[in-house]
């Protein structure tokens, strides 16, 4: 489940943010063959068991730093009371769809050590017909542009398609929503860039590696 909890203007200029953006990272999964660094087995198995024709992401994604200003980012984390370690806004084209999955990527030991795991989605791009984000039993359909959801469990399946006639683009946000106020700043990885690192003043870099082993 989620709850809306306010716009994204409040903080930022969403036209800026969209204009701002470059051709992006180009997205593409051939799951059944690569399992690609990151993606949950979980849900490759039910993409596999429910027919979803390879490949499954085919389209690019845009990251913070390296494919639109990080001032966006430090407002957005400003905005939610969160250091985001996932964010990306993702494109998605007339008649693709984003089969359910979760974002978890084997990092959480480590946020989960200095705070609460959260987990958002934010509308980006005009009302459309046909633009739609599903999460659990919800659904989202002709949603303002800049409308903040956060989810009351970040490990919540979600998905989305695109029935309409124009780019659908869903900014989603993963972060850890410290336990008391810390300083931070970005350490930017150009080999992944959608899983971000952060640097505490007492030196410690958060997550403490780029992927955990999974227990």
Known sequence: MTKYIGNLNE???????????????YEVFNVWDTIPSGTNKKDIERWKSAGYPDPICDGPCHFPHFHFNSKFLYAINSR????????????????????????????????????????FHIHLGQP????????ENQAFHMQDCGNIYEWDNWESLHSGA?????????????????HKPLNYQYLWNADDPEKLQFKLDDGRVIPNHRLEKED
């Open 128 to 135: 459309e017909q046909g633009h739609v984000f599903m999460i």
């Open 162 to 178: 695109n029935v309409g006639l124009t780019i659908r683009y869903i900014m989603a946000i993963r972060g850890v929503r410290p």
């Open 11 to 25: 903080v930022i200029d969403t036209k800026e943010l969209l204009d701002s953006l470059g051709e992006g990272f």
């Open 80 to 119: 939610l009371n969160i250091i985001a370690d996932r964010c990306a806004i993702s494109v998605t084209r007339p008649g693709q769809v984003v089969p359910p999955h979760i974002d978890q990527d084997g990092r959480e030991k480590s946020l989960s050590s200095i705070g609460e795991i959260k987990g």
